[in-house]
């Protein structure tokens, strides 16, 4: 009961800190206009909340350079296919060379844009199981969805894994179309050397993905969270726990969280 209290004490005063920040940044550069703008609000506030959270306010995860937990990424090059690249690309690509990674899970293919990069970075009998679920299905989906999951799980069937579709990388690709709590990937792989969760960002469902993917990790794997940022308060939350009992790191300047499987 005291530590419940305490946590919702400091949260409170976060907050508190977090308007005062607010309102003097209105009052030092006269900013009347987004007390009338609600749109103006929303991005100053999302803007207050990103600059707290890289300050570390929020963010308890220590944060290092890929170097620091993959040092061996030094002296490795990788592949970078197509035109879809994300800032994350060199970082997972990089890493699943170092590891000599042949076996990788991805939970939030989308379009395919990063299941194409990773499918390039394993050798020709390497494999990426990557999941995705059909938005007819998000309504029953094991852990709710929250809204912002929603919009993009609202996307046409045929726009999952579009981006690897007759592409000399999609051999490598099992695509799965269901939820990625239902799925048992010990029907497709023995072990992962490397997973990446993009999926679902409410607290239930990183939780779940988290879960079933950790006792199917080689020693020395990867394990990659997407969306460790102020907006997905689900996905913090959650790596904050699990840090307790892991040893999770945030890869500095990215959104990255990562935790070397021993």
């Not at 999951?149 to 609202?154: F, G, I, N, P, S």
Request: hydrophobic share 40%.
């Amino acid at each position: 009961m005291g530590q419940n209290a305490d946590s919702s004490l400091t949260r409170a005063r976060h907050v508190v800190a977090l308007t005062a920040r607010y309102a003097a940044a209105l009052a030092r550069y006269n900013l009347v206009l987004p007390f009338t703008d609600r749109p103006a609000v929303r991005r100053f506030a999302a803007a207050v909340l990103q600059h707290d959270f890289l300050r570390g306010s929020g963010r308890r995860l220590p944060s290092v350079g890929i170097a620091d937990v993959f040092p061996e990424i030094r002296q490795q090059t990788w592949t970078m296919v197509g035109v879809a690249w994300s800032e994350e690309t060199p970082y997972l690509g990089g890493v699943l060379r170092a590891i000599g990674g042949r076996t990788v899970v991805e939970i939030g293919t989308y379009e395919g844009a990063m299941t194409i990069q990773l499918a390039a970075n394993v050798p020709p009998d390497g494999r990426v199981v990557t999941v995705d679920i059909a938005p007819d299905e998000v309504a029953h989906a094991v852990a709710p969805a929250g809204g912002s999951d929603r919009r993009l799980t609202a996307k046409p069937i045929d726009r999952i894994g579009r981006l690897y579709r007759d592409t000399p990388y999609a051999a490598r690709i099992t695509q799965l179309v269901q939820d990625s709590a239902t799925v048992d990937y010990r029907a497709h792989v023995d072990a992962i050397d490397l997973v990446y969760i993009d999926g679902g960002h409410s607290y239930a469902q990183v939780r779940i993905d988290t879960e079933k993917v950790l006792p199917l990790m080689r020693s020395g794997g990867a394990l990659f969270w997407h969306d460790y940022q102020p907006g997905a308060v689900g996905v913090t939350r959650y790596l904050h726990e699990l840090a307790r009992r892991y040893p999770l790191r945030h890869l500095r300047r990215t959104q990255l969280a990562v935790l070397r499987v021993e």
